[in-house]
């Protein structure tokens, strides 16, 4: 097999002091001042005949035309074919609208494809691992407390020749909302934090991205949080789908609280959280023995999302939506697979999840690829992308599909495009 080839880049796409941020409806004004820089980070992986771009970029989402203007930004200035160009969000909400352009002195999307071409121009002799780890106790189910989430952390460490290392891919689910509405400093929230972190522990010049799991019914169990739930106080769930301790519904009893009150969350909960999932990424990567061979791959399917005709039409879009999602088309949903030696990664241009995260892994894991990386916010996004079964439940992710005019049945449909693309690539039996 030939000699695997990596490079890395970064650029900052922290916008002007006064830029939007979106990620809370209720937040009161735009921004005051940058608590941390926000970056775009790119890996470019490079087996000989095939290149691919993987670039995590601290917004709450990217639009499928930022997407686009990156890619063809990108694919200008270098030999990366613009389908090769895997871009995702962390999710953070204490970063800006990506709609805004004079936000930044230059068009966002070259901003961001700085970071690509950076890492194709540098690409070096490498070695690539990968593995599993697991965070416990950090993540919380927000739909229904009592429902699982998914510990899985992954890592892929990628080396220099010389054994340095060149950069980390890392993955979980969580939401990045440590940090609520009344936050108004530019800041990557905790996975900002981590990839600091990680790349003051690692040195080198190590250039650590993050990708969100299936992250879309899931938040962070603070500190803060984990105190009011202990009190045993009425506590409801997210859009009010459930109650605990308490009558359901009711909310003008003492000390009752909503769990998407991120309100108070502060920076210090933020780097608490990055330092348990750093640490985890550390114990994983260091077990690791990269190896200079790992064939690369790359398909995408389009599905479509449009309603069924069982199914009521848009309830509408507020003001509000209309001001965060904007071109899009349900019709034509991108879902991009790679393959990177023993791992696969699928991603989805939305917030999925955590049981359609686990189903994939487990549908891969039974297949035969040992790493299967779930990343959410890819290439796009439609707002949230919930299972059929959610839809009986109701709650906050599923009144946006339903106002988008997005299909109750589109993770099925996702499925049944990806799945067979998935068996057909399937690792070979030893």
């Known amino acids: 097999m030939a000699q695997i080839k990596a490079g890395v880049g970064r650029s900052v796409v922290t916008p002007r002091v006064g830029a939007t941020l979106i990620g809370y409806f209720n937040r009161p004004g735009p921004s005051t001042g940058v608590h941390d820089d926000i970056n775009a980070r790119a890996l470019v992986l490079d087996d000989g005949s095939t290149a691919i771009a993987l670039c995590s970029v601290e917004f709450c ?36 609208a990506p709609q ?3 936000d930044w002195p230059r068009p ?45 952390v992954g890592v892929l460490r990628v080396d220099r020749a010389d054994g340095s290392p060149l950069a980390v891919l890392g993955n979980y689910a969580c939401h990045a909302v440590v940090l609520g509405y009344d936050n108004l400093l530019i800041s990557g929230d905790w996975p900002g934090y981590a990839s600091r972190i990680l790349e003051a522990e690692l040195g080198h010049n190590c250039v650590v991205l993050f990708s969100q799991g299936g992250a879309g019914d899931v938040n962070p169990l603070t500190e803060t949080v984990r105190q009011k739930l202990a009190a045993s106080h009425p506590v409801t769930t997210i859009g009010l789908l459930t109650t605990y301790y308490g009558k359901h519904g009711a909310t003008d009893v003492p000390n009752w609280w909503n769990i998407e009150d991120r309100g108070g969350g502060t920076f210090l909960e ?38 069924a005709p ?121």
């Open 61 to 96: 989402w990217l639009a499928g035309v930022t997407v686009q203007a990156i890619r063809a930004a990108a694919a200008g200035r270098c030999a990366l074919e613009p389908e090769n160009v895997f871009v995702f969000a962390t999710h953070t909400h204490s970063g800006p």
């Open 100 to 102: 805004y352009d004079a």
């Open 108 to 152: 966002l999307a070259d901003i961001i494809a700085d970071a690509i071409v950076e890492a194709y121009e540098t690409r070096v002799d490498a070695r690539l691992a990968a593995g599993f780890g697991q965070l416990f106790g950090y993540n919380i189910n927000r739909r229904w407390l009592n429902r699982p989430t998914d510990p899985s």
């Open 270 to 307: 933020a780097e608490t959280l990055a330092r348990a999932y750093s640490a985890e990424v550390m114990r994983v990567w260091r077990t690791l023995t990269p190896d200079s061979s790992a064939p690369l791959w790359t398909e995408r399917v389009i599905v479509d999302g449009s309603l």
């Open 310 to 430: 069982d199914e009521p039409p848009p309830s509408g879009m507020t003001e509000g939506h209309r001001k965060l999602l904007r071109d899009f088309d349900v019709t034509a949903i991108e879902v991009a697979m790679l393959g990177i030696g023993e791992v696969v990664i699928l991603g989805q241009p939305g917030e999925v999840f955590t049981e359609n995260a686990v189903d994939f892994r487990k549908f891969c894991q039974q297949l035969g690829y040992l790493y299967p990386f779930f990343v959410s916010y890819a290439n796009g996004s439609f707002a949230y992308m919930p299972p059929a079964n959610a839809f009986a439940e109701g709650g906050y992710e599923v009144d946006w599909p339903l106002r988008l005019g997005l299909s109750r049945y589109v993770q099925d449909r996702i499925a049944a495009a990806t799945r067979p693309v998935l068996e057909r690539r399937r690792p070979t039996q030893t």
